[in-house]
């Protein structure tokens, strides 16, 4: 009896043992779980960013049988994608800094014309915006489009889209918070918030400060993140620098403040910003040292303007081969580029370039050392043009009576 009663225990080394491998077992299969979660997540933001070969490559590879299983479905939706049919063809809109208080911003003092003429407000781009993606507008960037083949000249690459999807591109003019905008509506400078992400700090007319999307870049950045077949393979936009009151609401030029005290803070705060906002999709470009007329300022002007940009904005964003006129003052009318200023451009490693026609809806050039784009301004000028019926281009886009801000 006392062996029969022996024999029905379990040895408790046993179960113990036994409950901590089942314990072990469950927490590798949540862990794997929520691998494959992330994994998935990446493949699903890789295909709806018109990416599938990454997306192709990604499911297959992973050792789960059911990411493995996405693979004939992704296969499936490449093949409905077929390359953009007129790469010399793409549409470039740009903005400034959004107004985000009208009240101030359309008061009564000598600035309010400007802000009316040359700015819209955050209401306005944020309906632009969906409106472009309603129309089936995608974000390109100018390097999915035309870029060095293997022969070192520029030539055109192949955009793959789904039938009905149309490629446009971006930009943002002077991303400083100029000193003159102070106190006038708008968002003050950009900063990183505890989690790394770009946001904008703004003061209200009360004098409270918030943290949030407050103007072009980080409003957009929001929208592709609800809406990411907006944006072809993460692309965002160009980015129009200037340097002389320094970059992003920091004053970083040490010939405009040298008695700044925060200096070099500043410079360290906008590195890590241009470091994110990159690795985000912008692209930054060239806008001049100082803002100046770069197709009719002597050629001595133009290259002491260049050692600034080298010297103070260069070391915070990093190299760029774009180029944006500013006041739209290209070196050159629709003929091809020559002379010194081109030489000069060329010689610090330019190759994207850009200049301003609101009458087109496109105009590319391409030669073997260079790819030239126009760009149509968005602003009170063009939304009057447009409403007069001046060579209306913007009904392509947009319809102005509906994204127009009765504050204006």
């Known amino acids: 009896m006392a062996l029969a009663g022996c024999s029905d225990q379990v040895d408790p ?4 043992s036994s409950a901590s491998q089942a314990a072990e077992e469950a927490q590798e299969a949540v862990a794997e779980s929520a691998r494959e979660e992330g994994v998935l997540a990446q493949i699903n933001r890789l ?41 010399d063809q793409i549409p470039h809109l740009f903005f400034h800094s959004l107004v985000v208080d009208p009240k101030r911003a359309f008061d009564k003092d000598n600035k309010a014309q400007g802000y009316r003429d040359y700015m819209v ?14 129309r ?17 000249n520029m030539s055109y690459r192949k955009i793959m889209l789904p039938a009905g999807k149309k490629p446009i591109v971006l930009s943002l003019d002077d991303l400083s918070y100029y000193e003159y905008m102070e106190g006038d509506g708008f968002a003050d400078r950009l ?20 943290v949030g999307a407050y103007d072009v870049t980080t409003v957009l950045d929001d929208f592709v993140a609800e809406h990411p077949d907006f944006s072809y393979r993460d692309a965002r936009g160009i980015i129009a620098m200037t340097g002389y009151n320094g970059v992003f609401g920091y004053r970083t030029s040490q010939s405009q403040y040298p008695d700044n005290k925060n200096l070099e803070k500043d410079r360290e705060a906008a590195i890590k910003i241009a470091e994110a906002m990159k690795k985000e999709g912008w692209v930054f470009a060239s806008h001049s040292w100082g ?8 050629l001595g002007r133009f290259k002491r303007d260049m050692k600034l940009w080298k010297e103070e904005v260069e070391p915070i964003l990093g190299e760029t081969d774009h180029f944006i006129y500013p006041f739209g003052s290209d070196i050159a009318r629709t003929g091809a580029y020559s002379g010194a200023r081109f030489e000069l451009l060329k010689k610090e490693g330019f190759m ?11 105009w590319m050039q391409q030669r073997d050392d260079y790819q030239r784009q126009m760009r ?14 001046d060579r209306p281009v913007l009904k392509t886009f947009f319809d102005v009576d509906e994204v127009i801000d009765s504050a204006r």
């Open 121 to 134: 407000t955050q209401k306005e781009f944020e309906s632009i915006l969906q409106e472009l993606y309603n």
């Open 376 to 389: 149509i301004n968005i602003d009170g000028l063009q939304f009057e043009k447009e409403k007069r019926g």
């Open 13 to 16: 080394e046993i179960a113990a």
């Open 191 to 210: 900063v990183l918030d505890r989690k790394g992400k770009i946001r904008n700090e703004y003061v209200d007319g009360d004098g409270k400060k918030h």
């Open 291 to 298: 803002h100046i007329a770069t197709g009719t300022v002597s």
């Open 47 to 87: 295909a709806d960013g018109y990416d599938y070969n990454a997306a192709i490559k990604l499911a297959k590879e992973d050792p789960s049988a059911k990411l493995n299983d996405l693979v004939d479905g992704l296969e499936s939706e490449m093949k409905g994608t077929s390359a953009w049919e007129r790469p």
């Open 352 to 362: 994207y370039f850009y200049g301003v026609d609101g009458t087109i809806t496109a």
């Open 136 to 152: 089936d507008f995608v974000l390109v960037n100018p390097v999915d489009f035309a870029g060095l083949d293997q022969k070192k």
